[in-house]
């Protein structure tokens, strides 16, 4: 008896396994024609509402009769059946690899290649996850849980880099996708580092793709930011004894954190899903940062727009999101009309190929500074302030949660962000 015979005596034994297989295999995954129009009839058994059995099967598979009457007793039990169904996936996984070997082997197309390595990859991963409870009751009891975290002070997030902003959303939540849009130099790879940051504070694990700037120039930023030295001594070598102090011990506490930066500078969907299912098997992936969307590699493919190739890397990005159940933060550059306004604060239609990406996100935050754009000053509630060092968040849209607008601090460096004093400007409704 061979694992396929194994399950589908199961199912031929008992309804529960019946349901199961029928939902998690597929005809292609039986070797031998018998198995395959044996397991399509106990499929359609399952389908008409019947529980399939001896008598129900073989009536749709006459010329197999006899062999579904071996089958029906080859186990004694069904209580392993969800080991047969793992191990006939397995099985039929292998074949479907040695087949995918052979297509690469014929093909001289790196994309091609990639293409189906990615393709037959994911298939198998979802394939093998094993299987939830989606009972009521197993939900309830998550939701109990993160409603006694939440009383008792702690966030079911990770904590950001602003006060207010973590008490806006709970915090930086599993399986969200968050993006963060703006123009350019407004302030997106700072705030991102200084998530970044605050997450390392808690001792948890980030993942930092960085499409744009190199990674020593990103840890240059952290260290400045952590450290206090001035950005342009720093980058000058121009320090006092003081300052080369801190900035080494700076160095020190990120060399000794769980920060992993990838400044590969065209990197598709498919790397950076490699990248992080890899860490995430080590332990270390908590969260997830993409500098910057519009930059990734895509595949070539003849007569696809430019909003079809962001959509499947948003959607992909969302959907790893899910698989690693972690946070992935994606910036996003917005498009040239916000320039054209008189008001150029952001909204969600200036995201750039925005359809897909703003129905992806769990949420959107849009920073927006004043000063960039020559205003001098900037009304915080009832009070009318500078506008230099003061930036917005607009929380544009919000899945799960109220919108509204945030102020927040950096130096002139934007090495150093953090939440504006007061928080009287706005009334939020706070997890």
């Keep these: 008896m061979n694992s396929e015979e194994a399950i589908l005596s199961c199912m031929l034994n008992d309804s529960i396994p019946a349901r199961e297989g029928a939902s998690r295999l597929v005809p292609s995954d039986f070797t031998s024609p018998e198995r395959k129009r044996i397991f399509e009839a106990l499929c359609k058994n399952v389908s008409d509402g019947l529980v399939p059995d001896l008598i129900t099967v ?31 996936i397995e099985e039929s996984s292998l074949r ?65 880099p602003i006060s207010l902003l973590t008490s806006y959303t709970g915090g930086w939540q599993q399986s969200d996708m968050v993006i963060i849009a703006a123009r350019p130099s407004i302030g997106k790879t700072a705030f991102a580092l200084a998530c970044a940051a605050k997450v390392l504070e808690q001792g948890k694990a980030v993942i930092f ?26 980058r000058t070598g121009k320090l006092s ?38 860490k995430k098997k080590e332990g270390n992936c ?28 948003s959607r992909g990005l969302k959907m790893l999101a899910k698989d690693l159940d972690v946070p992935i933060i994606v910036l996003s550059q917005l498009n040239r009309e916000v320039e054209k306004r008189g008001n150029k604060r952001p909204v969600l239609s200036d995201l750039r190929e925005s359809g897909a990406i703003e129905q992806d996100a769990d949420i959107v935050i ?26 917005e968040l607009s929380i544009s849209k919000h899945r799960n949660g109220e919108t509204g607008t945030i102020f927040w601090t950096h130096n002139e460096s934007l090495t150093k962000i953090g939440g504006y004093p007061s928080t009287d400007y706005e009334t939020l409704n706070a997890f």
């Design 58 to 88: 073989s009536r749709i598979c006459k010329q197999d009769a006899l062999y579904i009457t071996d089958l029906s007793s080859m186990v004694s039990s069904t209580a392993n059946y969800q080991e047969y169904i793992i191990a006939v």
């Design 366 to 391: 849009m920073l927006y500074r004043g000063a960039y754009y020559g205003e001098q000053y900037v009304n915080v509630g009832h009070e009318e302030i500078s506008a230099q060092g003061i930036g």
């Design 96 to 160: 479907k690899v040695h087949v995918a070997g052979l297509k690469i082997q014929e093909s001289r197309d790196v994309l091609e290649i990639d293409s189906v390595l990615t393709g037959e990859l994911a298939e198998i991963r979802n394939r093998l996850q094993a299987s939830d409870d989606y009972s009521s009751r197993a939900t309830a009891s998550l939701s109990m849980d993160a409603l006694d975290e939440r009383a008792a002070g702690r966030k079911p997030g990770l904590i950001t």
């Design 209 to 234: 793709f960085s499409l744009e700037m190199s990674r020593a120039r990103l840890l240059d930023r952290l260290i400045i930011g952590q450290s206090g030295v001035d950005a342009l001594g720093y």
């Design 286 to 313: 908590d969260m997830v940062i993409v500098d910057y969307l519009q930059l990734m590699k895509t595949r070539n493919q003849k007569g696809r727009t430019r909003d079809s190739e962001l959509a499947e890397l």
């Design 241 to 278: 004894d003081d300052e080369f102090l801190r900035a080494q011990r700076a160095a020190g506490y990120y060399a000794d954190s769980r920060l992993w930066i990838n400044d590969r500078g065209s990197i598709g969907l498919s790397e950076i899903e490699a990248f992080c299912m890899t």
